[in-house]
């Protein structure tokens, strides 16, 4: 039972490793958030295998519940900070400010 | 192994195939908004496949209990998010992609220069702007009426 989960584990990383790709040269701004909430999604499915793995379940999957709450927190907090600067306004997007 | 465990096998390796099969496309897909669409219906149902294995494995129990819960909630969140995202792309001015927009002169044959030029700037310049906002004046973008210029 053991070889789905670490296949199953593999297969995960994997996807984000490709997602990782899109976050770092993604041509625009959004292209980048989608990624991280992409990734944010593939942790929290990882978190549950892991907790399989490790047979200790319950402790991984209360990390899991507070990770999904505190990733769509976050992607909708960045959106809201950006909106107005990005309304009406496609080269605010692409051009990377310096921060 | 016993049934049980042989189906939740199966919906698991469903689940991480549709999840790979998102990744793939938010990497190789032309535009935001494609990216968008591979990415929100991919990852989620691909973690609902999963967490449903993970389900039937473990049967009715705490732990079946949290699963449940973590794929109701990101049913909703993933759905939401991908919702403003996609919201914030088109009030920013994004736009779609279509085919005549393809680099790859494979469908109305050889690309002009200016056309290959803007495959890869998939942002609208001015006059492609108005043009937009001209052919599009039956839906109101502009939600609130509060836009905030700061340039």
Redesign the interface.
């Known amino acids: ?1 053991d070889i ?1 989960y670490v ?2 584990v593999v ?2 990383l ?3 490793l ?2 990782l ?2 976050v770092i040269s993604g ?2 701004l ?2 980048r ?3 991280v ?2 990734i944010g ?2 942790t ?2 990882l978190l ?2 892991i907790g ?1 793995l490790a047979d200790r ?2 402790f991984f ?2 990390i ?2 507070a990770y ?2 505190i ?2 927190i976050a ?2 907090a960045v ?1 809201r900070h ?13 051009e990377e400010e310096p921060s | ?1 016993s049934a049980l ?1 042989i189906v939740g ?1 199966v919906f ?2 469903l ?3 549709v ?2 099969m ?3 496309g ?2 190789r897909f032309p535009d ?1 908004y494609t ?2 669409h591979a ?1 929100g219906k991919g ?2 149902l ?2 609902a496949l ?2 449903l294995g ?1 389900i039937v ?2 049967g009715v129990s ?2 079946g209990l ?2 449940v ?2 794929a109701f ?2 049913f909703i ?2 759905s ?2 991908t919702h ?2 996609a919201r ?2 088109w ?5 779609p992609w279509t085919p005549a927009d393809s680099a790859t002169p494979q469908f109305e044959g050889q690309m002009s220069e200016v056309d290959r030029r803007d495959a890869f700037m ?3 310049a001015g006059e492609d ?1 108005a043009a937009l906002e001209a052919s599009t004046t039956g839906i109101d973008v502009d939600l609130d009426g509060k ?5």
């Open positions: 039972m789905v296949v199953s297969v995960v994997v996807g984000m490709a997602v790709k899109r041509p625009t959004l292209d958030l989608l990624g909430n992409v999604t593939k929290i499915v549950a295998l399989f379940p319950g999957l209360d899991a519940l999904a709450l990733n769509f992607t909708i959106l950006f909106e107005a600067r990005f309304r009406g306004r496609a080269s605010a997007v692409t | 192994m465990e096998t698991i390796a689940g991480g195939f999840m790979f998102g990744a793939v938010v990497v935001f990216r968008l990415a990852d989620t691909g973690q999963v967490l993970l494995i473990t705490n732990d949290k699963l819960l973590i909630f990101i969140l993933n939401t998010s403003a995202l914030a792309a009030l920013a001015g994004l736009k998939p942002l609208l702007k836009v905030e210029d700061d340039a």
